[in-house]
Each structure stands twice: as C-alpha cells, then as structure tokens.
C-alpha cells in the first residue's frame, strides 16, 4: 500500500504543476486579450525584421508577420552569440546557424 501512495504523490506532483501552469497562462492571456497580445509584441517583431537584415541576419520569417515568433539565418549563430546573449540574461533559441526569437506575453522586463 506504501508504495502506491508514493506513485499516486509523484503522478499528483508532476501531472498537477503543468496544468497550474496552464491554467495561469490561459488566465493571463485571457485577460489581457490575444489582439493586445499582438499589439503590444508586434512593434519589437517588426523592428526585429527591419534592423537585423542590416546587421548580416537572414530573415526566414516572412515579412509582416504577425507570429510571435521570427526566426533569422546567421553563420556561426550559436558560437558567436551563445556567451554574449548568457551574459545579458537573453534567452532566444539558438542553433549552429540560426536563431529563433519568440516575443510573446513578456520577456522578463515588462509588466504587460
């Protein structure tokens, strides 16, 4: 019987803290509102698809886009931006030769 109480607590913590999360998240969005969502992030992601073609980036993101998400082509992405973005406290997804931006609700600096 022990043990089945210690596999209920454990199916209870890790299927629970997900769906308190969820639950949050689909709060927030909710109140806010998905077209003030859009709004608000839409300035950064078209900023994000004039100025970095500039600076070497190739966009993959279709211009005008309203996703949250733009991702760029960029040689030696994960090398050359890994410890730069660690040591501003960035966090975008990076691969050897690319990079993904996500701008959703919040990046950890506004209270939107």
Known sequence: M???????EKFISETAKPAVAVAM???????LGVERIQQTRQPLIDR???ELPSLGYEPL?????????VAFA????AERLQPLLEAAGINIQLDP????ISRA???GCSKS
């Open 105 to 107: 609700t919040s990046n």
């Open 74 to 77: 960029y040689r030696g992405a």
């Open 97 to 100: 030769n690319r990079i993904r």
């Open 48 to 50: 994000l698809q004039t």
């Open 2 to 8: 022990r043990c089945q109480k210690k596999e209920l």
């Open 61 to 69: 993101t279709l211009p005008g886009t309203t996703s949250p998400v």
């Open 25 to 31: 998240s689909l709060r927030k969005i909710l109140g």
